[in-house]
Every structure is written in C-alpha cells, then in structure tokens.
C-alpha cells in the first residue's frame, strides 16, 4: 500500500478533531440554551449535566456510523482507491466551508454541511469514473448514489421550520395564559402536574431519541410501543407524584424540569450526531484497514462499508466524548453560537438586536400590526383585558435572564416531544432546526417580538433558517469541485489542496488584507467662478436643510412613513452631494488660492462645516424613519411637544442666518449667537427631563433614544451653521482683501 494513504489518513484523523470541536461549538447552543436563558442553574451545573448527557449519549452511540459509510452512497460501487479520495474532499471541503462562513460572519450547520459535502463528493468520484469507463453510462449515476438522505434532510428542514415554529408559538401561548409572568401562585397549584407531563415528555424523548438504539428489540420498547398511552400516563402521574412531594419541601420543580431536559438533549445529541463529527474519518481507517488486510490492493471495492461495521470504535467514541466535553468547557465561541440564539429570544427588545432590519421583516411586521389591530377591533374588551393581564410582563425571579424559566420548560418539552413523535413516525426532524425554532415560536408568543424589536430578529430568523440551505448547497459544490480535482490530480491534487486550504486558513484568521490604495479622480469642476457657485450652492443647502428638519419633525410626530422616507433620500442625496464638494476640492484649491494660504484653510472650513451639517441632518432622518418603518412605537405627546417648540427656535435662527448669507450683512450676528446659546440650554433642559422620563419608566426605550438623539443632532445642525455663517464672513472679508490687493498690483 501506498505510503500517501497513511498521510490521509493521519489528516482524516487531526480533522476529525477539529469536526469535534466545531461541531460542538455551533451545535452546544440545542441543550445548553435554555438553561442559560432562563438561569436555571449556575453556568458550571449546566456545564456539568450536559457533559454527563454527552459522555452517556457518546458510549452508547454504537452503530451510528451508517450516514458516512453508505448514507449517500453505495460503497460497493467505489474502490478504496475513490473512497479515500471522496472522503478526503468531503472533510476538506468541510473545512473551507466553515471557514468562509466564520469568515463572514453566517451562523450555519454542520450536519447540513457534512451530509451535503458527502453528496457532492459521491456524485464527483461517480462521475469521474464513469467518465473514465466507456461501458458505463451517465444515465447510470444514481445507482452510485443515494439521495433519499438528501431529500429528506430538505424536507426535514421544511417540516421542522414550519412544525416546530407553530407548536412553540401554540403551546407557549397557552402556557403563558395559564400562568402568566407571576406564576408563582399558579404553580404551587398546577406546577407538579405541568412539571410532570414536562418531565414525561422528556423521559419519553430521552428513551426513544437518545437511546433508541440501546433499547430497540427489548420487551420494555415493545411494551411502551404496544401500550404507549398508558405508559405515558403512568409516567406522568408518577412523575407529578415526585415533584408535589418534592414541591412540598420548597424545591424548585422548574429548575429539576428544565436540567433533565439539558440532560436528555444533550444525551440524544452525542448519541445520534457524533456521527456528523469523526463518521468520515472512521469510515476511512476501516476502509484503510480492510484494504491493508486485503493486501493493499487500492482498485479493492469498498463492500465491506456497506455492511455493519466490524470493527469496534468504542475507543474512539469514547476519546470523542472526553474531547466533545472538553470543547464545551473551554470554547469561548460556544457561546458566541449562544448568544445569537438568546439575542433573538431575549424578553429585553429594547436593546441592541444583532440584525438589522430587512424590506420582508418589516413588511411582515406591517402585516402583523395590522392583523392585530383588526382582532383588537373584533374581539370583546373583557377577553382583550384578560389576555393583556396574563401577558402583562413582571419579573419575578430577578435573575436578569433572557427569559423565565417558564418558557425555558416549555421550550424542553415542546422540542423534546416533537423530536421524540418525529422519531415514531418516521419524520425527517432535525433536532438542530426544532430546538432553535420552538425557541423562536415561543419568544414570539411570550410578546418578546414587540414592535421594538420584531423586525430584527424576523430577519435573525430567516438569516440563520436560509443559511441552513446555502450551507447545503455550498458544501455540494464545493465538495464536488475538489472530488473532481482529487480524482484527477491524485497525489499531486491532494498535496496541492492540503496546502491551499492551510494558506487559506492562515490568511482569514492572521493575515490582514491590504487596503487598496484608492484612484484619484481628476477634478473637473470648472474653475473659473468656483468661489460663486459654491457660496450658491451653501446657501440653497442651508434653505434645504430648514425645510428637511421641520417637515421631518411634522412627518415624525405623524408618524408619516412616506414623508419621512422621501425626506431620507432627500437629505442623503444632500450630504453625499457636499461630501463628494468636500474631498474633490483640494486641485482646485491649489490652482485658484495657492498663493493664499489662509484664504484656503478658511475656504475648505466652510465645505468642512457644511458637511458636518448635512450630516447631523441625515442623523435626524434616517433614525427617524427607521423608527416609524420598523413599526415601533411613535413619541409621546410631551417628546412631539418639545420638538415642536424646539423646531420653531431652529427656524427662526435659521431664517436669520439664510437672511445674512443672502444679504451679506452680518450686523446682528451677535443676536444669533445668543439666541443659539438660549436654544443649547433649552435642548439641554429637555435631554435631562427626557432621561427622567426613561428613568422612571415613563418613556419608552426607543422612541427616548430617538428623542435624545434627535436633540444631540440639532444642537450639532445648528453649531455647524453657527461655523459656517462665521467662516462666511471672513471669507467674504478675506476675498475683499485679496481683490483689492490684485487692483493695486494691477
């Protein structure tokens, strides 16, 4: 046997190590999420009984190399020759997958990676070989392959979405009207009982999901599949039994719910998803063990991978459970992954929002404005009081948690309950996509998708869920690409692509990239009558940015839409109009005022100034769409009454200084400046009464912050026009100057 296969197979081995950090690391967010969220237990508990969870469900995984060994493809069909090559890319095209989507910041999966990487790699070796056999046909390609696995991960990920969204929305509704944010009452009432047919349901997922090949064929299994629904409802009325007793001594059911289910999550996770991690590379030692074994004959046909596997893998199964365990306790990008989750489920939609808003998110939102609106019109006032009083939000456990632990149950055993009823019939669920959309549904249903908030995290949403398909087609092409290029440039191939993807990785992570030196661009403004029409120019954009201001506060207190993002446009086009004035000017100047060096510095204050403005005027009007876009909630009657008074002192200072620059006389610029100094102090007045306000809770968070930064903008609008009206002066003084001086020399 060639001496290159025990290279690849030393490669296959370190990243099979580096499949076993990654996965866990994007993966730890299924089980460690709602603990976190809910602080249910201190961070190194949660650590402790997920890391228990993983060792059990890794021991007890045997058998689960299936998907790597002959998942996607028909091993018999391949030598070992194809097989090494197609696994090689396939952990190889693995690797610059996940690498460009850190590269640019994209959540995706790993089983949707590794799954589809197996595809594209199959259908490349296939390809090539039949490309290099006139007796085989391209018709004949799915013979070699199969591509049910495929098909169903895509429906699975369809039918999770849609599922689990809905019944995380349903049940968490229900549960937060039955309970509401102060459920401390309710629960001593009903908790053993909600606490029990949690706790059943997580049994119920642990056994079928986690275990399910320890158990399949004993009496037990047969037993509960024969009488499933009493075995439910004996181990929920014995479940409930233990926490009421347990309920009497003052022990927190919730936190005991809520750690078994981070236990039985994590369980099915090492039990059912190692294989997404080291399948490829153990599928390559034993194809590499078989061969040896054989003789060393690489054209030997990989039959023995279709069959279940000889070989036992505890040893590396168990070393992947130390490692897997090791990777949670010390990733730090672990939870990175997590937080991306709870920043989209986070009861707190007042604060920063990982993702932006989208055209479809807020479209969606408008939808849902309106809908609510209209069942707010049809639906009785009493059942609308009642609701509001269920799902008014109090916090009770002062933990400062993303959210309660109510809906961190909730979000256990609807996911523990729908995997385990996808598992009996035979739906393709992912554990991935149900656990991270009931958490959306239920985040959604527990009103943490406000107005404030809502439009940020639909677009979080469909961000990771579109990221789940890209990852599935990107890992299909690139697998693709290098199995062909394996396939073809054999030994020389495999060491040119083992060095490009260490390049690559280097480069992303280490190497800085070099800014490319812009072009300058010539000057083409006429020189001649410059001075004239740039003072033209600033004070027809003084005129243009009173208007803008005043109809932008009219059109924000009416919450206009359409004013306000037509007034947007207007005052971007303005400042990108004065920015592009601003750094295109310094030719000019060295040919129009070289020799006067201080008329030039004053010259390139006033497009200086001027630029400033503009964009204090953009600060104004773009957050003062995007508030009223993103369908948050309009300013008080006390914030639109200051702006109004505010906006009438701007005007009438503005009017002043257009007077002057269109008149040239600056005689009572003194008065301005002390109508400017009464306006700061007027400002300053209303930032410290609108900070009460926010202090007090009276104000809300983002139309406060709209507030304040609306008056932070104008204070800077109107010093800048302060500047400008000044350089104004001198440059008009110094202008005269420089003229006169030209008529005596002349």
């Known amino acids: 046997m060639e001496e290159i296969y025990y290279v690849m197979v030393a490669i296959l081995a370190i990243l099979a190590v580096s499949g076993l950090y990654v996965g866990v690391t994007n993966d730890a967010v299924n089980f460690l999420n709602s ?9 190194r508990t949660i650590l402790i009984v997920a890391s228990i969870g993983i060792l059990i469900g890794a021991v007890t995984s045997s058998g689960m190399m299936d998907v790597a060994r002959h998942g996607m493809f028909h091993p018999d069909l391949f030598s070992f020759k194809e097989v090494m090559m197609l696994y090689a890319s396939v952990m190889f095209a693995n690797v610059i997958l996940l690498d460009l989507y850190n590269s640019l910041g994209l959540p995706t999966s790993t089983t949707v990676s590794l799954i589809f990487c197996l595809l594209g790699s199959a259908v490349a070796v296939a390809l ?6 006139p007796n085989i046909s391209y018709l004949e390609l799915g013979s070699y392959i199969n591509t049910a696995k495929a098909m169903g991960i895509v429906s699975g990920i369809l039918l999770s979405v849609v599922l689990a969204f809905t019944m995380g929305t349903i049940v968490m509704w229900i549960s937060r ?4 944010f102060r459920y401390v009452k309710m629960l001593r009432r009903f908790g053993a009982i909600w606490c029990g047919m949690s706790l059943t349901s ?25 009488h499933l ?6 181990a929920w009325v014995v479940c409930s039994l233990i926490l009421f007793f347990l309920q009497l001594f003052r022990v927190n059911i919730l936190r005991i719910t809520i750690l078994a289910g981070t236990f039985s999550l994590a369980l099915a996770f090492a039990g059912n998803d190692l294989v997404n991690f080291i399948g490829v590379p153990i599928a390559g030692l034993e194809a590499f063990t078989v061969t040896k074994a054989a003789g060393g004959n690489e054209s030997l046909l990989m039959s023995a991978l279709a069959e279940p596997s000889s070989a036992s893998n505890t040893i590396y199964i168990v070393i992947s459970g130390i490692i897997m365990v090791a990777t949670l306790w010390t990733s730090r990008k672990a939870m990175n992954v ?7 489920s986070s009861a707190d939609g007042g604060g920063d929002q990982q993702f932006s808003s989208s055209m479809f998110s807020r479209a969606l939102v408008r939808a849902a404005v309106s809908t609510s609106r209209f069942f707010d019109r049809v639906t009785p006032e009493p059942v609308k009081n009642f609701v509001a009083k269920r799902f008014e939000w109090a916090d009770i456990e002062h933990s400062g948690a993303p959210y309660d632990m109510i809906r961190s149950t909730v979000n256990l055993t609807t996911a523990s309950l729908l995997i385990a009823l996808g598992t009996s019939l035979k739906l393709p669920l992912s554990t991935t996509y149900v656990c991270f959309m009931v958490a959306m549904g239920s985040s959604l249903a527990d009103k943490a998708w406000g107005r404030e908030s809502a439009v940020y995290r639909i677009t979080g949403v469909f961000t990771v869920v579109m990221g789940w398909f890209v990852t599935g087609f990107g890992g299909f092409i690139i697998a693709f690409i290098l199995g062909l290029l394996l396939m073809w440039g054999d030994v020389w191939a495999f060491g040119a692509i083992t060095i490009l993807c260490l390049y690559m990785f280097i480069h992303s992570n280490f190497m800085p990239k070099k800014k490319k030196d812009e072009k300058k661009k010539d000057d083409v403004v006429a020189r001649e009558n410059l001075v004239d029409n740039t003072m033209t120019t600033v004070s027809e954009t003084i005129k243009a940015s009173t208007r803008i201001y005043n109809r932008t506060i009219v059109a924000l207190m009416k919450e206009n839409r359409k004013a306000l993002k037509e007034l947007t446009a207007e005052a971007s086009e303005m400042y990108e109009e004065n920015r592009r004035m601003k750094y295109s000017i310094t030719s000019t100047l060295r040919g129009t005022y070289g020799s006067d060096l201080n008329l030039s510095l004053y010259y390139v204050q006033i497009l200086d100034y001027l630029n400033e403005m503009t964009k204090a005027l953009v600060h104004i009007t773009r957050p003062s769409f995007e508030h009223i876009d993103n369908n948050h909630t309009g300013l008080s009657h006390i914030q639109s009454d200051n702006l109004m008074s505010i906006n009438a002192d701007v005007n009438e200072i503005y009017s002043r200084i257009i007077y002057m620059f269109t008149s040239n006389d600056f005689s009572t610029i003194d008065e301005v400046l002390t109508m400017r100094d009464n306006l700061f102090e007027r400002l300053a007045q209303s930032t ?7 202090t007090n809770g009276e104000s809300n968070s983002r139309s406060g912050m709209l507030f304040l930064g609306i008056i932070s903008e104008t204070k800077t609008m109107v010093l800048q026009s302060r500047n400008l009206l000044k350089s104004r002066r001198y440059f008009i003084e110094q202008e005269g100057k420089v003229i006169r001086q030209k008529r005596i020399y002349e």
Do not use: N
């Open 35 to 43: 603990a976190l969220g809910s602080k249910a237990a201190s961070f």
């Open 128 to 133: 090539f070989k039949i490309g290099a056999d």
């Open 177 to 180: 009207l039955l309970f509401s």
């Open 202 to 226: 997580i049994l119920y997922f642990a056994l079928f999901k986690g275990l399910k090949s320890q158990l399949a064929g004993t009496d037990f299994v047969a037993w509960v599949d024969e």
């Open 229 to 234: 629904l009493m075995a439910l409802l004996v």
């Open 338 to 344: 997590s937080q991306t989750e709870l920043s989209l």
């Open 688 to 694: 410290k009464e609108e900070l009460a306000r926010i």
